[in-house]
């Protein structure tokens, strides 16, 4: 079993910073690529940031600049560190991590970090 658990959501006000990480525990398992995503109230989930299994990033427009995804393999842990945050910036935050285990691959989620920015 793989279970994915969050921290460091919270309320911040506008040009602030947060740093939020998300965990695997578990075994015999590999991560591939990792990313996070954010859903504002009656909005969709959409793409924040993600990261391939060689490091490479990739941003939403709306974030560059401004957010930072990292990860660490040898704790299969991935942060976003977000700097110059914005009330746009509110919503809750879910990462996922594509997981390949007993041959198979799958897309784990976590259980989501509320993030408030006041303006």
């Known amino acids: 079993q793989v279970q994915l658990v969050e921290s460091g959501g919270g309320l911040v006000q506008a040009g602030g910073s947060l740093r939020l990480s998300c965990a695997a525990s578990?075994?015999?398992?590999?991560?591939?690529?990792m990313g996070w995503y954010r859903q504002a109230p009656g909005k969709q989930r959409d793409l924040v940031a993600q990261i391939s299994s060689g490091g490479s990033t990739n941003y939403a427009d709306s974030v560059k600049g401004r957010f930072t995804i990292s990860r660490d393999n040898a704790k299969n842990t991935v942060y976003l560190q977000m700097d110059s945050l914005k009330p746009e910036d509110t919503a809750v935050y879910y990462c996922?991590?594509?997981?390949?285990?007993?041959?198979?691959?799958?897309?784990?989620w976590g259980q989501g970090t509320q993030v408030t920015v006041s303006s």
């Open positions: 996922r991590f594509s997981i390949r285990r007993r041959g198979y691959t799958s897309d784990y």
């Open positions: 578990g075994s015999g398992f590999s991560v591939n690529d």
